[in-house]
């Protein structure tokens, strides 16, 4: 057994880390306060290779293992959470095609992706439908030469910006699950309506919206695997995502412990460093503890799923304890930072709220529970 | 066009120095390594050449001990062709540092047009070796450049000097220029060009390979310690009116026979 990073993935992290210090944190807070698009920033990221990390050397991506994309994905939600949604959506929306599409669709949809800058948005969530995915009402209709979208997407991340989006629907709601089908939609396409930006409370420089589907047309070629496949691929994608999802609790709540370190020695109450004060003391002993077995969880997640091994549960672990680490360990960096914790000149109570996000998406906490108790007691 | 960059590999700058115990020089076991920062505008510099002459070729060449080449990796990633690496204690002085730089690139075959160097090395800030390397190949030589613009074998630099006034200067290759900040923006190395780096030839040398003995040391150390640590400092409070003229009185009188400097 070695827990070592091999020295690639140590070269990997600290350019990822050199980004997140010298590109992302100095602009995090004016992005955060205005809600701003990191549209350059996200390029620049782009620029580098650390973006679309789950795109095959084949097809012309870097050829990353889900274990190095995990170490990425930690360096820049260290960065910031928020802008590392928008990046790491793209992941998300690629992840189907990678999964479940064919070698044409693979070049067709994945190569742009590495030989320009482009946004992919996910479409899955729907105004009525959340954690019940299977329900989604978005109908897939034959149309002879293609397909006919209509229907309600809701809290798509990248929307505004997306040049594709992965589409879920069902061609027919009555079969549930096996009805649900996946389509490719290229952002031009006519018939795609957005709704206006969503307010969050963090995150607030990615773009999340509903958007709405009327009698979108898409070439047939465009469908991921056969009808009624789309759920498998939605599945499996999770598998792979939900490492990745986590891995942005953990840069976080690293980042809120780093913080919390610093500020510790530095504040002087009763005459001593706050850091002496064995109260103190103890909240960081934690954050270190949650930290450390949050980051085993979560490259063991991935690295089960290189391996080629059935990661649901451990995935599922990753995610909910890595998001519920996230939330404590940035509420006890608001508490030791005391009433400067609460103010926004301090960059603790956006990391707070940024923590919130990452219990709800991709499966809730509650969620996650249920698929480990549905594994463990199979 | 040959292009040669020197690079030094220091402690990061966050890192805690301590001295050996005997005082020798400073534990490096745990030091984190990085490329010196002025070095970083000179690979730049370089790099912004290769760009528009596809033909030049670009060296990077460090002294310094193995342990890992950090800097030599990163400039490579960032874009250099190959390296040269001398193998070497961290502690040598400059005089036998460029005299193994100048072994190492007259070995290497090709006559150097351009070489780089950072202004200074922040380990030791002994701001030395472009300018005796210079002297070594008989070169013209110009250090802190914050300018560059290239017509031919003409070569116009730009220098800071004191209270931010600028000196043009105009000079032909071959030629030694010594890198400030603000010369340029340092790229990243993507990660592509981490992983391409891999591949890129890298040759090692001995002191001995590279004609430096321990005969052409001029500084020998004599220790290395940390400076005295700072007392704390004193505070006077003169927010009563009435004892500003004592409070200010023992100020004065402190500042003359204990700080000594008025
Ligand atoms: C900022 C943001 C970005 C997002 N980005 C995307 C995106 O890009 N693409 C996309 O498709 N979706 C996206 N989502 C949607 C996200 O995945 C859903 O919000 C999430 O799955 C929860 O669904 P819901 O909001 O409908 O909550 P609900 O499903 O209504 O859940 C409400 C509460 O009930 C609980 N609950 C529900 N069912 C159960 C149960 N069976 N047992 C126990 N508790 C239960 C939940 O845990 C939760 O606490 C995003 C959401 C947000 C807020």
Request: hydrophobic share 40%.
């Amino acid at each position: 057994m070695d827990f070592a990073l091999s020295s690639d993935q140590l070269e990997i992290r600290d350019l990822a880390l050199k980004f997140a210090r010298n590109e992302m944190i100095p602009h995090a807070q004016e992005y955060d306060e205005h809600g701003k698009f990191p549209a350059e920033i996200f390029k620049k990221a782009w620029e580098l290779g650390l973006i679309n990390s789950c795109i095959p050397a084949e097809y012309g991506g870097s050829g990353f293992s889900g274990v190095d994309g995990v170490i990425i994905g930690e360096a820049l939600a260290y960065g910031c959470m928020g802008m590392n949604t928008s990046f790491m959506a793209n992941d998300l929306a690629l992840l189907p095609i990678v999964i479940g599409g064919s070698d044409a669709q693979k070049k067709k949809f994945l190569t742009p992706f590495t030989e320009q800058f482009k946004i992919a948005s996910f479409c899955l969530t729907e105004p009525e439908n959340g954690s019940d995915a299977s329900g989604i009402k978005t109908q897939i209709k034959d149309g002879g030469d293609h397909w006919i979208i209509n229907g309600d997407k809701m809290w798509i991340t990248n929307a505004g910006f997306a040049d594709l989006f992965v589409v879920y629907g069902t061609i027919d709601s009555s079969l549930k699950h096996k009805g649900i089908s996946a389509v490719v939609v290229e952002g031009k396409t006519p018939g795609i309506e957005l709704g206006k930006k969503e307010d969050k409370m963090g995150h607030r420089s990615s773009d999340t919206r509903g958007v709405k589907f009327n009698n979108v047309k898409v070439p047939k070629e465009n469908m991921l695997g056969k009808p009624g496949e789309g759920w498998a691929i939605a599945m499996s994608t999770l598998d792979h995502s939900r490492p990745l999802v986590a891995s942005s609790a953990l840069g976080g709540a690293q980042r809120a412990m780093d913080l919390s370190i610093q500020y510790s020695k530095e504040r002087i109450q009763f005459g001593v460093p706050i850091a002496k004060h064995q109260a103190v003391q103890f909240m960081i002993a934690e954050m270190g503890m949650k930290i450390e077995a949050a980051r085993l969880l979560v490259h063991k997640a991935a690295w089960l799923c290189d391996q080629g091994k059935k990661n649901t549960e451990v995935a599922s672990y990753a995610k909910a304890f890595a998001s519920d680490s996230c939330m404590q360990i940035t509420t006890d960096a608001v508490q030791i930072y005391g009433g400067y914790g609460y103010s926004r000149e301090y960059p603790v109570e956006k990391l707070m709220r940024d923590a919130k996000l990452i219990q709800i998406y991709e499966g809730t906490s509650q969620i996650q529970r249920l698929v480990m108790a549905r594994e463990l007691l199979k | 066009m040959n292009i040669f960059v020197c690079v030094k590999q220091v402690p990061d700058t966050e890192t805690k120095i301590i001295p050996t115990s005997d005082g020798s020089f400073i534990e490096t076991a745990s030091i984190k390594w990085i490329m010196n920062p002025y070095d970083e505008y000179a690979v730049e510099q370089a790099l912004l050449i290769k760009t528009s002459n596809p033909a030049a070729n670009v060296t990077v060449v460090r002294l310094g001990s193995v342990k890992d080449t950090e800097a030599l990796r990163t400039a490579m990633a960032m874009g250099a062709d190959d390296a040269a690496l001398i193998e070497a204690p961290d502690n040598l002085d400059s005089y036998s540092i460029a005299k193994a730089l100048k072994g190492a690139i007259d070995k290497s075959g090709k006559k150097p047009d351009l070489i780089f160097t950072g202004k200074q090395a922040i380990d030791d800030d002994a701001l030395q070796v472009p300018q005796i390397l210079a002297e070594m190949f008989n070169f013209p030589s110009v250090s802190v450049i914050v300018g560059f613009e290239q017509s031919g074998t003409t070569i116009k630099v730009k220098r800071e000097v004191e209270g931010g006034a600028l000196e043009v200067y105009e000079v032909s290759t071959p030629v030694v220029l010594a890198a400030n900040k603000g010369l340029n923006t340092p790229r990243y190395a993507s990660l592509p060009g981490i992983m391409k780096a891999k591949k890129k030839p890298m040759l090692q040398y001995s002191l001995g390979d590279v004609g430096v003995s321990d005969a052409d040391r001029r500084v020998k150390y004599s220790g290395f310690k940390l400076p005295p640590e700072k007392p704390p400092g004193k505070k006077f409070d003169a927010t009563d009116a009435a004892k500003q003229k004592e409070v200010v009185a023992q100020v004065v009188g402190l500042l003359r026979t204990e700080a000594k400097v008025i």
